[in-house]
């Protein structure tokens, strides 16, 4: 199985991630964590793209392209993935079809995660103070650069999923278990596309 936790930050494709993981035993794979571990390792792509990320700007598609790349063709991966903070261009979704193809792989599901503004603002403002601003990017004005980011960037995906029929909507709104049921709905077949 192999699935994309697609929304704008804040939405909860993290939290969603970890429980499918869990659940399913296929590997979650999240780029922004990956680009934190490069930034706090202090590598030569770390501080590269300390910058970036503390504007709340995307990193270059090379460099994350080259990431997934890695780590789809990983024995970890082999029973599946889930795709969180990835593809967020519409040439990152391109290039994750051609990694696939060549794999003979497809994606199952893009899972879309629909929270509001406003909501999407309490949330990362409630996560900075709980892990005590330990997210550079977890801040009132990083975020709203986020999220200008999201609506110009990577919402414009969407179309893309929907003409290949993946697109999955879910309510992000709701309490945390009720979302995971609603994705389980998806995974089992049970909710309308
Ligand atoms: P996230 O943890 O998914 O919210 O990502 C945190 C930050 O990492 C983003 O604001 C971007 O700066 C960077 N980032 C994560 N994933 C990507 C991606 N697929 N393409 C470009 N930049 C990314």
Do not use: W
């Not at 804040?10 to 659940?23: I, M, N, S």
């Not at 409630?126 to 004005?141: I, L």
């Not at 200008?148 to 960037?153: A, C, D, I, K, S």
């Amino acid at each position: 199985m192999n699935l994309i936790m697609f929304g704008p930050p804040g939405a909860g494709k993290g939290t969603q991630a970890v429980r499918l993981q869990e659940k399913y035993k296929v590997k979650q794979l999240s780029t922004g964590d990956m680009l934190r571990g490069e930034v706090s390792s202090g590598s030569v792509l770390g501080n590269r793209i300390k910058e970036i990320m503390e504007d709340g700007e995307l990193v270059p598609d090379d460099i994350i392209i080259e990431l997934i790349e890695n780590c789809i063709g990983q024995p970890e991966c082999k029973k599946g993935f889930i795709l969180d903070g990835f593809p967020r261009t519409v040439a990152q979704a391109e290039a994750l079809d051609v990694m696939l193809q060549k794999a003979d792989r497809g994606i199952d599901h893009v899972i879309v995660l629909n929270v509001d503004e406003g909501a999407l603002i309490q949330r990362i403002e409630k996560r900075a103070a709980e892990t005590g601003g330990a997210r550079a990017d977890d801040n009132a004005e990083t975020l709203k650069n986020r999220l200008t980011v999201y609506n110009r960037q990577t919402a414009p995906i969407l179309p893309y999923y929907e003409g290949k029929g993946l697109l999955r909507q879910v309510d992000g709104m709701l309490p945390i278990d009720e979302v995971s049921a609603r994705i389980d709905d998806v995974l089992d077949g049970r909710a309308a596309a």
